[in-house]
C-alpha cells in the first residue's frame, strides 16, 4: 500500500466540507464510472453539493448505471470547488480536460488500486492489493458510516465486477467475495446486472472483434498474441472507443499464450497500447513504464507517439525482451 492518508481522514472531509467535483480517468472502464457515481450518491445523501465529471462523459455501455445521468463532461470555463476528488487514476493528468476545468480546489483527493499511482494530491489512499478501486470505496463507506443505499451498491458491484472480469482474476480475495456478497444483501440482482454488463454487446462490437481477429499475430514462440486496430478500420465499422474494452481478453485467453497487447491507432501520430500477462513474472506493468504508462503488473497500459507499425514492433521487443530475462 503507498498511501500518505487513513480512509478515516478522507471521510472526515466528505462530513465537513460541502462542495465537491468527483471525476475519474479518461476513456473510463466500469470501476471508473462504478466509483464516481457511487461517491456522488453517497455525497448527496449527505446533503452536499456534488458535480460529476469525465473528459468522456457517460459511456452508452454503462448507461444502465443509477444515476448514469449525472455525469457530464466538463466545461471549457474554470469552476472552483473546496475538494476535487479523483478516483481510480493511476496519473493526475489521465483525469484529462477535467484538470484544467478545476479552478481551484482546497483539497484534492486520491483513491486508486495502480501501483504506478504516486500519492499526488493532499490526501492519497492508494491500495495496489485492492483488485478494484469500487473494494476500496466500500470500506470507506462502510468502515466509517457513510450512507450505503441500493443505488451505490449497483455502482460498486459493476466497479469491482468488471475490474476482477466477473471475480476472476487472481487479485480477487475472500475479501472481495465477501463485499460481493454485501452488495447483493443491499440489493443487487446480480443475474439482471450482469446480463447488462456481459451479454448486451452492440453488433459493431462484433464486426469489430473479427476484424481484429482477422489481423491476429501470434509471436515470441507463440506465448504473445498481439492486434492492432487501425483509424481507417474504426472509422470503417463506425465503433466506438468504449467498444474496445475487453477484446483483448479474446486473445489472453489462447492456450499456451501468457501477453497479450492491443493497439489503436489514435489521431495526431499517438498509439494507445493495452497490455495483459497471465504470469506475474512477466510484469507488463513495467514494460509500459518504458513508454511512458503504468498500471498493474497483469494489466497496463500508456499512450505513444508514433507510427502504428512501429510502436507496434517496439513494444513487441520490449515484450520478448522481459522473456528473455525471466
Not at 475487453?246 to 501520430?269: M, Q, T
Not at 497496463?300 to 508514433?306: H, I, K, L, N, T
Request: glycine share 6%; with cysteine; net charge negative.
Amino acid at each position: 500500500m503507498k498511501t500518505n492518508c487513513r480512509l478515516e481522514e478522507i471521510a472526515q472531509v466528505l462530513r465537513t466540507r460541502q462542495r465537491f467535483v468527483v471525476m475519474s480517468h479518461m476513456r473510463p472502464d466500469g470501476d471508473a464510472l462504478g466509483c464516481t457515481l457511487a461517491m456522488a450518491i453517497c455525497l448527496r445523501q449527505m446533503g452536499k453539493d456534488v458535480t460529476v465529471w469525465n473528459e468522456d462523459g457517460m459511456l452508452e455501455k454503462y448507461s444502465y448505471l443509477p444515476h448514469a445521468d449525472w455525469v457530464e463532461r466538463p466545461p471549457a470555463a474554470p469552476v472552483d470547488f473546496e475538494v476535487a476528488i479523483a478516483l481510480d487514476t493511476a496519473v493526475q493528468s489521465r483525469v484529462g480536460t477535467c484538470f484544467n476545468a478545476v479552478g481551484r480546489a482546497d483539497q484534492w483527493i486520491n483513491i486508486d488500486h495502480h501501483v504506478s499511482n504516486d500519492c499526488y494530491g493532499d490526501l492519497a489512499y492508494v491500495d495496489a492489493t485492492a483488485p478494484a478501486t469500487g473494494q476500496i470505496l466500500f470500506e470507506l463507506f462502510s468502515q466509517n458510516e457513510l450512507p450505503l443505499t441500493a443505488a451505490m451498491a449497483d455502482n460498486l458491484f459493476v466497479a469491482i465486477s468488471t475490474d476482477t472480469g466477473s471475480f476472476q482474476y487472481p487479485s480477487t480475495t475472500a475479501r472481495t467475495y465477501e463485499i460481493g456478497a454485501e452488495l447483493i444483501r443491499l440489493g443487487v440482482d446480480v443475474g439482471s446486472l450482469s446480463q447488462k454488463m456481459y451479454e448486451s454487446y452492440p453488433r459493431r462490437r462484433l464486426e469489430l472483434l473479427r476484424a481484429l481477429l482477422n489481423v491476429l499475430r501470434l509471436s515470441t514462440n507463440d506465448r504473445v498474441a498481439s492486434f492492432a486496430l487501425t483509424h481507417a478500420t474504426a472509422q470503417s465499422l463506425g465503433v466506438k472507443p468504449e467498444d474496445n474494452e475487453g477484446l483483448i481478453d479474446s486473445i489472453r485467453a489462447i492456450e499456451g499464450v501468457v501477453v497479450a497487447a492491443f493497439f489503436e491507432e489514435l489521431p495526431e501520430s499517438k498509439v494507445r497500447i493495452s497490455l495483459r500477462s497471465k504470469d506475474s513474472r512477466i510484469d507488463v506493468s513495467k514494460i509500459c513504464a518504458q513508454f511512458g504508462g503504468g498500471g498493474h503488473k497483469l494489466a497496463a497500459g500508456a499512450r505513444v507517439g508514433g507510427a502504428l507499425p512501429d510502436v507496434e514492433e517496439k513494444v513487441l521487443r520490449a515484450i520478448a525482451h522481459e522473456f528473455e530475462l525471466s
